[in-house]
């Protein structure tokens, strides 16, 4: 099975703040990576897809890189929607998910 | 407008079944890959089973393979979960979400409002 791991597990940031949240993977997922966006109380939402495309709808704010098992998602400016908890997902074999970033407000 | 829709949630004591039922609207069901997908109570996200468009191809989490039976009903444009043998771990809000296409490895790009399964004496 592929393990995901992100870090960090969370984080305090201020509004206008780069963001930076990494995820490795236990083996090469090529760039079959996935993050998502989950508000409390909400179902999560896609905010990138392999590894490095932008989910129509969501601001170019997002961007994603990566390859192989290292990968990174970025939030250029931070604004007060994404204070948010973020999840890694491989879809290289099956699905697996990371454990989690929570982007708290400083 | 695509709109997923689970029900079937509830309380069940230890060892019991539950279906859950997720209708799909907005898009051609047939034509997509789905997915449950369950998180528990302040915990992270876990895929549980996915489906082909077809419904020929089935997908488990090790964790719930052999308890748990997905299926789908194309001209009802349904998703299903079957539950048995449920134990305490397997509380969680269930959520059904759509492939971006039928196994094409792009992400889940809409997902339920969830429906809780509380396993419980």
């Known amino acids: 099975d592929i393990q995901m791991t992100q870090s960090p597990s969370s984080l305090s940031a201020s509004v206008g703040d780069r963001v930076t949240i990494t995820c490795r993977a236990s083996?090469?997922?090529?760039?079959?990576l996935n993050w998502y966006q989950q508000r409390p109380g909400k179902a999560p939402k896609l905010l990138i897809y392999a590894a490095a495309s932008l989910q129509s709808g969501v601001p170019s704010s997002f961007s994603g890189s990566g390859s192989g098992t290292d990968f990174t998602l970025t939030i250029s400016s931070l604004q007060p929607e994404d204070f948010a908890t973020y999840y890694c997902q491989q879809s290289y074999s099956l699905w697996t998910f990371g454990q989690g970033t929570k982007v708290e407000i400083k | 407008e695509v709109q997923l829709l689970e029900s079937g949630g509830g309380l069940v004591q230890p060892g019991g079944s539950l279906r859950l039922s997720c209708a799909a609207s907005g898009f051609t069901f047939s034509s997509y890959a789905m997915s449950w997908v369950r998180q528990a109570p302040g915990k992270g996200l876990e895929w549980v089973s996915a489906?082909?468009?077809?419904?020929?191809?089935?997908y488990y989490a090790d964790s719930v393979k052999g308890r748990f039976t997905i299926s789908r009903d194309n001209s009802k444009s349904t998703l299903y979960l079957q539950l048995n043998s449920l134990r305490a771990e397997d509380t969680a809000v269930y959520y059904c979400?759509?492939?971006?296409?039928?196994?094409?490895?792009?992400?889940?790009?809409?997902w339920g409002q969830g429906t809780l399964v509380t396993v419980s004496s």
């Open positions: 083996q090469s997922i090529s760039s079959y």
């Open positions: 489906i082909s468009g077809s419904g020929g191809s089935t």
């Open positions: 979400a759509k492939d971006g296409g039928d196994i094409v490895r792009d992400g889940f790009d809409y």
